[in-house]
C-alpha cells in the first residue's frame, strides 16, 4: 500500500537548519499524515545525515543539484502526494490542518504555502507579500515555499528536471500548464531563512532574484544562470 504523504528534503551541509525543519513536521506524523520521509543528500560532510537518519529518514544520494536531487528523492518517494521543503524552511503550527483539507478536496491541485521570512521589519514583509502575490497571479512559487502536488500531477508533469538553479520554477510551469494554471496558496506559512536577504540587502537581492527570473523566462540557461547566482 502505499504512504499517503511523502516529505521530500533537499540538503547539502544543512546540519544547522534541518533540525528545526524536522521538529515542525512531527506534528504531522500522530496525525498519521506522514508515512515517510526522504532526505536527498548532495554529499554533506557536517552531520546533515546522521540528523536525518536520526529522525528515521531514507537517505538518497547523489551529485549536488538540486534539481536532480529533488528528482531522485521524488522517484524514491511512495507516496499518493509529495510534501516538497527546504532544509531551512519551517512550516508554521497550522500546517497539517492546511495539507489535510488541501488533499480531501477532489479535484485538488497542486498547493504551496504562504511565504514569510525568518526577520522582522517592512522589507520581510513587502518580499514576502511579493512572493506569495506571484504565487497567486502566476503560478509561480519558489522552493522555498513549499510544495504540495499529487504524485500523479507531479508525474504527469515530467517531475522536477535535473538542473542546478530554477527547477522550482521549472516544475511549477509544467504544473500549471498541466492544471490549467490552478495553484493553491494553502492558509499555513512556511517560514524561511532571511540570511542571505540580510547579508546583501533586501531590495539588491529581491532584485537579483527578480533579474534571475526574467533571464530563466527569456531563456538563459540553468547552468549560466547558477554560476552567475553564486558569484
Same mark, same amino acid.
Given at each position: 500500500?502505499?504512504?499517503? *504523504?511523502?516529505?521530500?528534503?533537499? #540538503?547539502?551541509?544543512?546540519?544547522?537548519? *534541518?533540525?528545526?525543519? *524536522?521538529?515542525?513536521?512531527?506534528?504531522?506524523?500522530?496525525?498519521?499524515?506522514?508515512?515517510?520521509?526522504?532526505?536527498?543528500?548532495?554529499?554533506?560532510?557536517?552531520?546533515?545525515?546522521?540528523?536525518?537518519?536520526?529522525?528515521?529518514?531514507?537517505?538518497?544520494?547523489?551529485?549536488?543539484?538540486?534539481?536532480?536531487?529533488?528528482? =531522485?528523492?521524488?522517484?524514491?518517494?511512495?507516496?499518493?502526494?509529495?510534501?516538497?521543503? @527546504?532544509?531551512? #524552511?519551517?512550516?508554521?503550527?497550522?500546517?497539517?490542518?492546511?495539507?489535510?483539507? @488541501?488533499?480531501?478536496?477532489?479535484?485538488?491541485?497542486?498547493?504551496?504555502?504562504?511565504?514569510?521570512?525568518?526577520?522582522?521589519?517592512?522589507?520581510?514583509?513587502?518580499?514576502?507579500?511579493?512572493?506569495?502575490? =506571484?504565487?497567486?497571479? %502566476?503560478?509561480?512559487?519558489?522552493?522555498?515555499?513549499?510544495?504540495?502536488?499529487?504524485?500523479?500531477?507531479?508525474?504527469?508533469?515530467?517531475?522536477?528536471?535535473?538542473?542546478? *538553479?530554477?527547477?522550482?520554477?521549472?516544475?511549477?510551469?509544467?504544473?500549471?500548464?498541466?492544471? =490549467?494554471?490552478? %495553484? #493553491?496558496?494553502?492558509?499555513?506559512?512556511?517560514?524561511?531563512?532571511?540570511?542571505?536577504?540580510?547579508?546583501?540587502?533586501?531590495?539588491?537581492?529581491?532584485?537579483?532574484?527578480?533579474?534571475?527570473?526574467?533571464?530563466?523566462? /527569456?531563456?538563459?540557461?540553468?547552468?549560466?544562470? /547558477?554560476?552567475?547566482?553564486?558569484?
Amino acid at each position: 500500500m502505499r504512504a499517503g *504523504l511523502s516529505v521530500v528534503i533537499p #540538503t547539502l551541509n544543512a546540519a544547522d537548519a *534541518l533540525p528545526d525543519c *524536522l521538529s515542525a513536521l512531527y506534528p504531522g506524523v500522530p496525525a498519521g499524515l506522514i508515512r515517510e520521509l526522504i532526505v536527498t543528500d548532495g554529499g554533506s560532510t557536517d552531520a546533515t545525515r546522521e540528523i536525518a537518519e536520526a529522525a528515521g529518514a531514507e537517505i538518497v544520494t547523489g551529485p549536488p543539484s538540486r534539481g536532480g536531487q529533488l528528482r =531522485r528523492g521524488c522517484a524514491a518517494a511512495r507516496g499518493d502526494w509529495l510534501l516538497i521543503l @527546504h532544509a531551512d #524552511t519551517v512550516l508554521s503550527p497550522g500546517w497539517v490542518a492546511a495539507a489535510e483539507a @488541501h488533499m480531501a478536496r477532489p479535484g485538488s491541485g497542486p498547493a504551496a504555502f504562504r511565504l514569510a521570512f525568518r526577520a522582522t521589519g517592512a522589507m520581510p514583509r513587502w518580499v514576502a507579500g511579493w512572493a506569495n502575490l =506571484r504565487t497567486r497571479a %502566476f503560478g509561480l512559487p519558489y522552493g522555498d515555499q513549499g510544495l504540495l502536488v499529487r504524485r500523479a500531477d507531479y508525474d504527469r508533469a515530467g517531475g522536477y528536471p535535473d538542473q542546478p *538553479l530554477m527547477e522550482d520554477v521549472a516544475i511549477a510551469r509544467a504544473l500549471s500548464r498541466n492544471r =490549467r494554471g490552478r %495553484f #493553491t496558496l494553502l492558509p499555513a506559512c512556511a517560514a524561511t531563512s532571511a540570511e542571505r536577504y540580510l547579508r546583501e540587502g533586501w531590495l539588491k537581492r529581491g532584485g537579483r532574484n527578480l533579474w534571475t527570473l526574467a533571464r530563466y523566462l /527569456a531563456g538563459a540557461s540553468p547552468e549560466r544562470l /547558477a554560476a552567475s547566482y553564486r558569484k
